[in-house]
């Protein structure tokens, strides 16, 4: 357990990592609450419809989740490649994020 704790500290120490782990804890949090709400919602303002909303869901979730890692995840390895700046791969979740 003593190996792991000395590189997590170090990692730790440096302030934008915080921020960037702080951000993402806050974005998946309002995630995981918009999903919660969601089929509630459906359920209750279209009755008739419920399994066919679990159904498109899962599937929008499972496709759009799949597509946007791999684009994003190209993207930002382009982006990282591209000049002498490779912190520049950044942009790529920070956008997604904001764009979300």
Do not use: Q
Request: charged share 10%; hydrophobic share 55%.
């Amino acid at each position: 357990t003593g190996v792991a704790v000395a590189p997590l500290k170090r990692v730790l120490s440096v302030s934008s990592v915080r921020l960037l782990l702080i951000a993402a804890a806050v974005r998946f949090f309002a995630g995981y609450a918009a999903s919660a709400w969601s089929f509630p919602y459906f359920r209750s303002a279209f009755p008739s419809r419920a399994g066919e909303f679990a159904v498109v869901n899962a599937f929008l979730i499972a496709g759009a989740g799949s597509v946007s890692t791999i684009a994003g995840g190209t993207l930002a390895d382009a982006m990282a490649r591209r000049g002498s700046e490779p912190h520049r791969a950044l942009l790529v979740p920070l956008c997604g994020s904001l764009f979300a």
